[in-house]
């Protein structure tokens, strides 16, 4: 009885866990990209990522970007806007 209420519990803890980043977050209209000056690469081969915006407090947020070290055999793919039915939407960029 003990493990089996010890095992419901665990499930709805890593089920409301991953529920909650799981999210889309809309805005009606896209929030410009402040402008900032791109420093000068850290060393050679050096992959800049772009920066992202990230939703905090009821809206969207800019991160600037950064230096990384590249990825053998990968490419980093940009995050984007997306228009949906219910307004806009951030794609986040990744390592492909």
């Known amino acids: ?7 419901l519990i665990g499930l ?3 089920t409301g866990l991953f529920s909650s980043c799981a999210g889309e977050y809309y805005v009606a209209s896209r ?7 791109r420093p000068v690469a850290p060393y050679a081969g ?6 992202e915006w990230y939703y905090r407090g009821g809206g969207y947020a ?3 970007g950064y230096w990384s070290r590249p990825r ?5 793919i940009e995050g984007r806007w997306e228009q949906g039915p ?4 951030w794609r ?3 390592w492909r």
């Open 1 to 7: 009885m003990k493990s089996t209420l010890k095992l």
């Open 12 to 14: 709805s803890l890593v």
């Open 31 to 37: 929030p410009v990209a402040p402008y900032y000056a």
């Open 46 to 51: 050096a992959v800049w990522v772009p920066g």
């Open 62 to 64: 800019y991160r600037n």
């Open 72 to 76: 053998h055999g990968r490419a980093y």
């Open 86 to 89: 219910r307004g806009h939407v």
């Open 92 to 94: 986040h960029g990744y």
